[in-house]
Structure formats: C-alpha cells, structure tokens
C-alpha cells in the first residue's frame, strides 16, 4: 500500500521559517522524481519543487526561488522542504508527490502517488 503522510505545517508568521517533510512507503521511492505542491483557497493546484532520484538535481517555481530548498533521505525514504522568508502568498495546504520520471516536472499528472497535505498559514 502506497503511503505518503505530509507533516510540519502550521501558523506562523511573515518571515518565519517551516519544515515540511514528507514520509513515503510502499513503492521504490529511490527510483521516484519526488515533489511539493501546494494549493490555495479557491485556487488550482500549483508546483513547488522537485528533486531528482539520487537528490542531485532541484527544480523551484519562480515564486519560491531562493526561499525554499527541496530535499531527500532517500535511506529514511523522506523528502522534506525547507521554508524561508514565508508570506502570506505561501498559505496553502503542501502536497508531496511522486513521478516515476516522466516530463515536464511541474505537471501534475505526472505524478502517480500523492499525500492528504499539510496546512500552512502564513499571518501578517
């Protein structure tokens, strides 16, 4: 059974700093492109980030550039994102995702494994 459980999210303030981090069974998730998205109130589903297999290679959306870092263990078969600088724009439940490796990487489907989310809210 494929299981991906988000966690670390929470209320924080403008310019704080969260660690999400996502815990991944029941597939080879050291063979999985592994990636954040996120999704606003009222809004579509939009990528964060993507790292590569081996962790090598990171991907960022324009709008967490600098701010945010992807990261993998693929040994605890976690992958985790490291917030920075948060604004209010950030608030949006956090999903992982895994893609077997297909392109492009910020399309969604994509991705065949996905978690429930974990909620960020960034108050000014």
């Known amino acids: 059974q494929v299981q991906l459980v988000e966690s670390g999210g929470g209320l924080v303030q403008v310019g704080a700093s969260l660690r999400l981090s996502c815990a991944a069974s029941g597939f080879s998730f050291s063979t999985y492109v592994m990636a954040w998205f996120r999704q606003a109130p009222g809004q579509e589903r939009e990528y964060v980030a993507a790292i590569t297999v081996g962790g090598a290679g990171t991907h960022y959306a324009d709008s967490v550039k600098g701010r945010f870092t992807i990261s993998r263990n693929n040994a605890k078969n976690t992958v985790s994102l490291q917030m920075n600088s948060l604004k209010p724009e950030d608030t949006a439940v956090y999903f992982c995702?895994?893609?077997?490796?297909?392109?492009?990487?910020?399309?969604?489907?994509?991705?065949?494994?996905w978690g429930q989310g974990t909620q960020v809210t960034v108050s000014s």
């Open positions: 995702a895994a893609n077997p490796g297909r392109r492009p990487l910020a399309q969604e489907r994509n991705y065949d494994y």
